[in-house]
């Protein structure tokens, strides 16, 4: 199974899971709306607050590289998600060609190359980062949308092997807090000092090869006894 039709199918029970098999046509299983375009532009706005550009404060200050990835992997969630969505609307192609659309945009295959460290050129990064949040406000095709992400991804220190990784960690970190009270707002998020996405991102550099059954388990290990 190819990283991106593995993420995908992941996505789809993630989303089946948590907002009920409706979800697809713009509603919880609460009967609450969904509009995953706003969940994209938000976290986008988390991620630009990752880089030193407010000039009243050090526009000097080192960017927060490792919060950088983590943003950027909450959002492909939320894209995967309105690509799912616009795709069980209207093109309903299976889950192996819709990963095989979106393996064929012309920017993918750059996404298989040695990822490049984060730049210190902030603001053209930021630039980028707008042009698709634009892409998200003028409901561009799935196709200009995903490939614009793509461009996000390739200049925030990631590539398609390292966002599959932290896709996977963050996709069972969402089901370790699904089950343990994120909703009723009796999980924990931090950890004895350290955010639960960094307990997770440590978790993944001790153990590069971690299969997600052995990840949630080892989360169970380390969450706070209540």
Request: aromatic share 10%; with cysteine; net charge negative.
């Amino acid at each position: 199974m190819s990283q991106i039709l593995s993420m995908l199918t992941l996505q789809q029970q993630l989303n089946d899971t948590t907002n009920g098999t409706c979800w697809e046509d713009g509603i919880t299983k609460q009967g609450k709306p969904i509009d995953w375009r706003r969940c994209i532009y938000l976290e986008c706005a988390e991620l630009v607050e990752s880089y030193p550009w407010k000039h009243w404060k050090n526009i000097d200050a080192p960017a927060d590289t490792e919060n950088i990835k983590i943003e950027v992997v909450d959002i492909w969630h939320f894209v995967m998600s309105e690509v799912l969505r616009l795709n069980a609307s209207s093109h309903k192609l299976s889950m192996e060609e819709l990963a095989g659309k979106i393996s064929s945009l012309p920017n993918f295959d750059i996404l298989k190359e040695p990822a490049s460290n984060i730049s210190d050129r902030y603001f053209d990064q930021i630039a980028t980062i707008e042009k698709f949040i634009k892409s998200v406000f003028i409901d561009e095709s799935l196709e200009e949308m995903t490939s614009l992400y793509f461009e996000v991804v390739l200049q925030s220190g990631l590539n398609l092997d390292s966002l599959y990784q932290l896709y996977i960690g963050k996709n069972i970190l969402n089901k370790f807090r699904q089950d343990h009270g994120y909703k009723d707002g009796s999980y924990i998020k931090v950890w004895n000092g350290k955010e639960d996405n960094v307990v997770m991102q440590n978790l993944l550099a001790d153990n590069p090869s971690i299969t997600p059954n052995e990840l949630y388990e080892a989360l169970k290990t380390q969450y706070p006894k209540q």
